[in-house]
């Protein structure tokens, strides 16, 4: 298998997985079919649309090549007939997210650094590639973003794309270098679940006024 047509697999993979997240989402949120499927649309492909218009890529793959609209459409559909059964498979469905998001940031990466883009911009492409559909998933089923709350997510994803980034410099951005950075993201993802990690949040504290101190 030559490496475009990993790269052709792992692409392909990443969106079924990402439209079955936004079309779930979409289902929870009670949307009719149309909605479900352009939920689930916006989820696999949203990134990818930005990473190519960044890239000057134009048409973006989303609408140039027909097998990234197909599989996002029919994974939508399939989840919206088939949702009573997906409904108890949350584990699986927050596993094959991590791997759509490890996919995606690998991707997006190297997609960004073959287009001749900096270090710096490559690990900012390949981490919005990731969750950029994710971004718009949740801001179509008014939910606040998961990139923007404690999960650790973005985090991951940005993680996975600097290594890419330092593997392609070094000149090991081979199989099995571009695999490590994949479980890299795949696998900080897992345990910041399984261990509830999270990022800093910041404290409000409400401000002192004086009148709940006690008379001197």
Do not use: C, N
Request: proline share 5%.
């Amino acid at each position: 298998m030559t490496t475009s047509t990993a790269l052709l697999l792992a692409d392909l993979t990443g969106v079924a997985v990402f439209a079955a997240s936004g079309a779930s989402a979409a289902v929870a949120k009670r949307l009719d079919l149309f909605g479900v499927v352009f939920v689930g649309f916006v989820a696999a492909l949203g990134g990818g649309i930005f990473r190519d218009l960044a890239i000057d890529e134009v048409p973006p793959l989303a609408f140039a090549d027909w097998r990234y609209a197909a599989t996002a459409a029919v994974t939508a559909t399939a989840v919206f007939w088939l949702h009573p059964q997906l409904a108890r498979l949350r584990t699986t469905v927050l596993v094959l997210d991590a791997a759509g998001l490890a996919l995606f940031t690998v991707t997006g990466t190297l997609k960004a650094l073959d287009a001749r883009v900096p270090a710096v911009g490559a690990v900012v492409i390949g981490m919005l590639t990731a969750i950029g559909g994710g971004l718009g998933r949740d801001l179509l089923t008014a939910e606040i973003p998961v990139v923007l709350r404690r999960e650790i997510y973005a985090v991951a994803a940005l993680a996975g794309s600097i290594m890419v980034v330092l593997l392609t410099g070094l000149g090991y951005a081979g199989v099995g270098g571009l695999t490590a950075a994949a479980l890299l993201v795949f696998v900080l993802r897992l345990v910041a679940l399984r261990r509830r990690w999270s990022a800093p949040v910041a404290t409000m504290r409400p401000p002192e006024t004086g009148l709940d101190r006690p008379p001197s």
